[in-house]
Nanobody, 126 residues
């Protein structure tokens, strides 16, 4: 029932910035965890940031702290991922996901997330 669509991916030079968006549609009746994940070729999907919409608590993985920022537009069911000072290592397919389970802290495990978008490609060149 819930559908997620990512957008905003592009090819940029190292040091550049991008803002990704995740738009949710369908019936969302409660606060949820939303996660941003990325996956590179031949690697497992990894968590970038997780966000509980109720408390607005956000956790970032160490590699993006200070560079990536999550924000929310509740009225439009959108979550944004602002990415600054991009590095080649940030290259990958970026996904947003929703976990409907109410949790004190959002999970970093992709297996906990019930709904996924199709992904948007970010390529950072040096």
């Amino acid at each position: 029932q819930i559908r997620l669509v990512e957008s905003g991916g592009a090819s940029v030079q190292a040091g550049g910035s991008l803002t990704l968006s995740c738009t949710a549609s369908g019936d969302i009746y409660k606060n949820v965890c939303m996660g941003w994940f990325r996956q590179v070729q031949g690697k497992e999907r990894e968590g970038i940031a997780v966000f509980y919409t109720g408390t607005k608590n956000i956790d970032y993985t160490d590699s993006v702290k200070g560079r990536f920022t999550i924000s929310q537009d509740s009225a439009e069911n959108k979550v944004y991922l602002r990415m600054d000072s991009l590095e080649p290592e940030d290259t990958g397919m970026y996904y947003c996901a929703v976990d409907l389970m109410v949790r004190p802290r959002c999970s970093w495990s992709p297996s906990e997330y019930n709904f996924w978008g199709q992904g948007t490609q970010v390529t950072v060149s040096s």
